[in-house]
Every structure is written in structure tokens, then in C-alpha cells.
């Protein structure tokens, strides 16, 4: 696609819920990262992928959270059991292969997920 | 610990005119650092990336400087819009080699009023 596409836009799911969050990068970009940004805070990093494999899960901030990848297209980042504190704006961004570092990041508009 | 401070917090300038935004980072190795601008509601959008050998690059009315030496970038504004109220973020990646490490700073809120 032309951009990178983010669903759904905006969540309100009830605490102890599982949510999905979809991302589909911009076509031909093998690099793949989502962020989690909470209300006047910086990005924090969670997951990166490369092709459909996760060198880098580190910034995961529990055993709730996880990620996948299909081939080189869509991941899904999955909470489960979610918490009050999950609440943010979960942003995914695609880019060409990391192996140049000045690659573009191009991120998508964000999922805004709200527990209540 | 990679840090990337940026001053002021926050801005409100009148239309028309220039204004100048500051980032100090700490991360090393240094490879690039880039400016974004994310309008309120919206995802990041990418305005500059500068790599160590490069000390300025424009694009459009902004204009981002790099001092590699004291680690401190300026984004600079030309004769401001409405359309440019938005938070500006410095993003500073620590690997030569590596898209993801990057370091978030927490963003310049800039509000332009008529």
C-alpha cells in the first residue's frame, strides 16, 4: 500500500481483555517496528522484525505482550489480560532492510488503545 | 544510558514568524539523527535525517543542524504556519549498522497562532 496502515484506529476494551492490533507495513519493506507511546511521553521501542523473524524482542514490557509477523506483510501485536497502564497509542513503522542505517522510517497513524 | 533531551518542552509562536528548537543526545556509537513532526492524533512523519558527516539539511522551511562534536542538533522553523502546530520529535540512532536503535526524545510542543 501506499502508506503503512494501522487497525483499528481507536479501542476501548474492558481490563482482563485480550486485544489485536494489525499492522500493515508499506509494500516491499522488510523491516518492520512497533512503539508504544503513552500521553505526553516519548516513543518507547517494543519489537522490531526483519522479514518475518524478531531479532530484537527486548522492549516487550511483559510476558502479556507479543508479536508476529507473515512473511514480509502484516504483523499483529497481541496484549493479553490487558492492564490500565496498557493504555497508548501503539504505533507501527516499516522501512527498507536495516542494513543502511539512513533508511526512511515510515510510521503508520497509530492504534489508540484505551482500558478501561 | 542513551539519552535525547530536547528544549523548550513547548513553544507558541506568532504566524510569520522563525523559531529554533534544540536537541542534546548522549547516545553512542552515533549514526544518524533524525527530526520528525506528529500532529496531534497523527503518526510521526519524517522531515530530516543527518548522518555524522553531515552538519545541516533543509527541507522546505525547515532546516536541521548537527554539531557531531557536542552532540546537539537545531531544527529551525522559517517564517512559520498554522500548519506547522505540532509536536517535533529528535530521534537518534545508536548503531552503525541497525534501523531500530533509536532513541525517542520526548518532543517539542510547538503551537503557532495567528
Known amino acids: 500500500g501506499a502508506g503503512v496502515s494501522q487497525s483499528p484506529s481507536n479501542k476501548v476494551t474492558e481490563k482482563g481483555k485480550d486485544v489485536e492490533l494489525r499492522c500493515d507495513p508499506i509494500?516491499?519493506?522488510?523491516?518492520l517496528y512497533w512503539y508504544r507511546q503513552r500521553l505526553g511521553q516519548g516513543l518507547e521501542f517494543l519489537i522490531y522484525?526483519?522479514?518475518?523473524?524478531?531479532?530484537?524482542k527486548s522492549g516487550l514490557p511483559s510476558d502479556r505482550f507479543s508479536a508476529e509477523r507473515t512473511g514480509e506483510s502484516v504483523s499483529t501485536l497481541t496484549i493479553q489480560r490487558t492492564q490500565q497502564e496498557d493504555s497508548a497509542v501503539y504505533l507501527c513503522a516499516s522501512s527498507l532492510a536495516t542494513g543502511y542505517s539512513g533508511n526512511t522510517i515510515y510510521f503508520g497513524e497509530g492504534s489508540w488503545l484505551t482500558v478501561v | 544510558k542513551n539519552q535525547v533531551e530536547q528544549s523548550p518542552q513547548s513553544l507558541i509562536i506568532l504566524e510569520g514568524k522563525n523559531c529554533t528548537l534544540q536537541c542534546n543526545y548522549t547516545v553512542s556509537p552515533f549514526s544518524n539523527l533524525r527530526w520528525y513532526k506528529q500532529d496531534t492524533g497523527r503518526g510521526p512523519v519524517s522531515l530530516t535525517i543527518m548522518t555524522f558527516s553531515e552538519n545541516t539539511k533543509s527541507n522546505g522551511r525547515y532546516t536541521a543542524t548537527l554539531d557531531a562534536d557536542t552532540k546537539q542538533s537545531s531544527l529551525h522553523i522559517t517564517a512559520s504556519q498554522l500548519s506547522d502546530s505540532a509536536s517535533y520529535i529528535c530521534?537518534?540512532?545508536?548503531?552503525?549498522?541497525?534501523?531500530?536503535?533509536?532513541?525517542f526524545g520526548k518532543g517539542t510542543l510547538l503551537t503557532v497562532n495567528p
Open positions: 530521534v537518534v540512532s545508536d548503531s552503525g549498522g541497525s534501523n531500530y536503535k533509536l532513541t
Open positions: 509494500s516491499g519493506h522488510t523491516a
Open positions: 522484525f526483519q522479514g518475518n523473524s524478531a531479532p530484537d
